[in-house]
């Protein structure tokens, strides 16, 4: 059964897209760019502060379908720049522990309202 998640611990959509949708054993997670969810404006300029706001943004959306960042299976993460792979890199593995998801990055050459990165996940039910 296809079912939206929602919540407002994370940035609301700013499109036509859900947040994330449950698929039973599988949550897909939209791109979450750092928008802070109470104010809909960048948390900073700083790659760490953006990583950081973004990595929140996914927990806020796996804790309202009852996960949490150990259920994550795979990510994309896209940046600005390759060059701030390694801060993004380090705020990523601080919220994570072994198992890590797979996980793919990638340099873009523009990403939403102008943020610096971009993170979607997938995340899988036990």
Request: glycine residues 4%.
């Amino acid at each position: 059964m296809f079912k939206p998640i929602s919540t407002n611990q994370a940035p609301a959509a700013i499109g036509p897209y859900s947040q994330a949708v449950d698929l039973g054993n599988m949550l897909f997670i939209s791109g979450q760019i750092p928008l802070d969810p109470n104010t809909m404006e960048f948390v900073s300029e700083d790659i760490e502060a953006q990583t950081h706001q973004v990595m929140k943004n996914v927990g806020a959306i796996l804790k309202e379908a009852g996960l949490d960042y150990q259920h994550l299976a795979k990510a994309s993460i896209f940046l600005d720049s390759m060059d701030d792979f390694s801060k993004v890199n380090d705020i990523y593995a601080s919220y994570l522990s072994e198992p890590y998801p797979a996980r793919a990055a990638v340099e873009v050459s523009r990403l939403p309202k102008g943020a610096k990165v971009e993170i979607e996940a997938i995340a899988v039910k036990n």
